[in-house]
């Protein structure tokens, strides 16, 4: 027997024909005595599930067991039942806490006695660990087995980390078929929060994390449905993002030592009360937390409605920082004062001109993803293929202009001015604060490549980008790109070879552009390989006398089969885990091909796993243009 849910205070069965008898007789019951969750202390609701879509409510069991015993949430029914699974969702809220090490599915007989299932097997798979892993947040698992009967059946999971804390938001038990299992983890499954239609989570907290970088603090979404950003993370970005937030929260940082010591009660309030305001008002809230700390909250709205806030997780200051209250505090929470004022003297202080500016950047952000979606929804919305051109044409005139004026000029400025810091920084003998100023100039120069990159491929696909054709003399090329890559291959111990045949000496196209085209294959194979080879080889193409290949061949760790048919989208990253080791926008080889494209080329490649790749660009020897005044 199982229920859905439609309403989070009504269920309905979806078996009537089995069990109606005692559709409402159904217990549930759990191991921990004081089980608590958003407003829910009755494990009675484990029967309802949460509300669809809607993830503030969930049944915590949160208990610090110095013996590590084992958690279990029972099913006990009026009459003896034929079973054959039991569902149930499940997601802690932290990356390595709380997830089952271990489960145990058991039923009990006519005298009380518990016993192990059979042939016990877990759709989809648990990946029983400590940490996270692939697992998403309350996810929908079914675990079947052979068909008992029973009067009671219970789950027993070993929960991970210290304080134990698993997250429970359904349990249900029945009779069915695989087919009826597949259905129902399909019906139960729950859907993603509608912020994620502006912008992939991923791509969120990469624009986030870029952010983070420029400012120095760390921000986070918070979604309308109750959950953050790193919940609906994929498992690579999830880790990335825990990686940021253990360098932003070590264990001699304010907030951990706050943290520790039920500290968040008294300044949770004001984050709560912040996030309502910016809820109630759609306006960002700077709230001013006691001793001058300050929440940053910007609403996310879409559709005049908010789909979440935007928010700092770091501590940050608000000068003047009042000393006298934090002596205070640290009385209260009964910490050492001396540790509580070392950790209070590495919180970076602002001034008002410094978070308003901040506040500004989130927004432009928000703005722009925005307009994306509104023109992204217009265009779908159109039947008229004439229409849709002209919607098309004028989002991406918009973003273009966005792009340009809201993100470069102040990421222009922001560069402009860490270099008069490291300037004078530098010049005072401060070299920790100079190599502060430098990390920043380094991240608004890292994100403004990538505005630039995606600006010329617009610029590509709307056809506003020009040709300069002239002879171009390919020696003079690779002795520049070789001067210029020089470093970069030595920092991988990468050995970079140039091979020119004196029949390819000399093409009649676009330098910059074929010049831009092959730093970016070499930079990629110089990227992907280590105390290796990369050898550019200039020669007539084989499969075309009239056409010039450069063909970059690198001994790096190569790209599965399966993955090249991506290699050339937008925005495209592959999901090979060694992969994400590396840096990248996903827009490099798109462009590639758009230029190669422009100049009545193309790219192909070639690639084995653990042997390398082969990225070959072929471009004619002299332009059509060319060849059709000569005659």
């Not at 996810?139 to 219970?154: E, K, L, P």
């Not at 304010?254 to 949770?268: F, N, S, V």
């Amino acid at each position: 027997m199982h229920y859905l849910f439609d309403h989070p205070t009504c269920i309905r069965r979806t078996s009537p024909q089995h069990l109606a008898s005692y559709a409402y007789g159904v217990r549930a019951s759990c191991s921990v005595r004081h089980p608590a969750g958003d407003g829910v202390d009755d494990p009675r609701f484990l029967l309802f599930g949460p509300q669809r879509g809607n993830y503030r409510h969930w049944f915590d069991t949160y208990e610090i067991k110095p013996d590590n015993a084992p958690d279990w949430y029972a099913l006990t029914f009026p009459k003896p039942t034929k079973l054959n699974v039991v569902y149930w969702m499940h997601g802690p809220m932290f990356d390595d806490h709380g997830w089952w090490t271990s489960l145990q599915v058991q039923y009990r007989d006519a005298e009380g006695a518990w016993h192990n299932v059979e042939d016990l097997q877990i759709t989809p798979n648990y990946h029983f660990s400590p940490q996270r892993g692939d697992r998403k947040p309350f996810g929908a698992y079914a675990a079947h087995f052979n068909a008992v009967r029973t009067s009671a059946i219970r789950l027993i999971g070993q929960p991970s980390g210290q304080p134990q804390i698993t997250t429970m938001a359904y349990l249900a038990a029945d009779w069915t078929t695989c087919e009826g299992i597949a259905a129902h983890l399909r019906h139960i499954e729950q859907p993603l929060p509608a912020i994620f239609g502006l912008l992939p989570a991923n791509t969120l907290w990469d624009t986030l994390s870029s952010l983070r970088d420029l400012t120095n603090i760390a921000f986070d979404l918070q979604t309308n449905a109750g959950l953050g950003l790193d919940h609906f993370l994929e498992p690579q970005h999830y880790q990335r993002f825990h990686e940021s937030q253990r360098q932003c929260f070590a264990d001699d940082s304010l907030y951990q030592l706050i943290g520790q010591h039920a500290g968040w009660r008294k300044l949770g309030q004001t984050i709560e009360q912040a996030r309502e305001q910016a809820y109630a008002s759609k306006q960002p809230v700077i709230a001013q937390h006691h001793g001058g700390l300050v929440w940053l909250v910007v609403p996310v709205i879409s559709n005049n409605t908010v789909l979440g806030t935007i928010e700092n997780r770091n501590f940050i200051a608000q000068d003047p920082i009042d000393w006298q209250w934090h002596r205070c505090y640290a009385q209260e929470l009964g910490l050492d004062w001396e540790r509580y004022r070392i950790a209070l003297e590495q919180i970076r202080p602002f001034s008002q001109q410094q978070i308003n500016a901040t506040i500004n950047h989130v927004q432009q952000l928000v703005r722009l993803a925005q307009q994306l979606l509104k023109d992204s929804q217009e265009i779908h919305s159109l039947k008229s293929s004439a229409l849709a051109a002209e919607v098309f044409s004028r989002s991406k005139s918009t973003f273009m202009s966005m792009m340009s004026h809201e993100l470069r000029t102040p990421l222009n400025a922001i560069i402009g001015y860490s270099e008069l810091l490291i300037d004078d920084l530098s010049a005072s003998e401060q070299q920790q604060s100079a190599d502060d100023a430098r990390q920043v100039r380094s991240a608004g120069r890292h994100l403004l490549h990538v505005i630039e990159t995606i600006l010329q491929v617009a610029n590509l696909e709307s056809g506003a980008s020009n040709v300069h054709y002239d002879d171009v003399d390919l020696e003079m090329v690779t002795n520049s790109l070789e001067l210029s890559l020089r470093t970069q291959f030595q920092k991988r111990n990468n050995q970079l070879e140039i091979k020119l045949d004196p029949d390819a000496s000399w093409v009649y196209s676009d330098s910059s552009k074929v010049r831009q085209i092959i730093f970016q294959l070499l930079h990629n194979a110089n990227k992907f390989t280590e105390q290796g080879q990369v050898r550019l080889t200039i020669a007539p193409d084989s499969l075309d006398p009239e056409m010039i290949a450069f063909e970059v061949c690198d001994t790096g760790i190569g790209i599965d089969h399966e993955h090249l048919p991506m290699l050339f989208a937008e925005f495209s990253q592959l999901d090979a885990s060694s992969t994400r080791r590396y840096d990248g926008t996903g827009m490099g080889l798109a462009l590639c091909r758009h230029l190669a494209r422009l100049l009545g080329g193309d790219i192909r490649v070639w690639s084995e796993p653990g042997i390398g790749s082969t990225f070959t660009l072929a471009v004619p020897r002299q332009s059509i243009m060319a060849a059709s005044n000569n005659h």
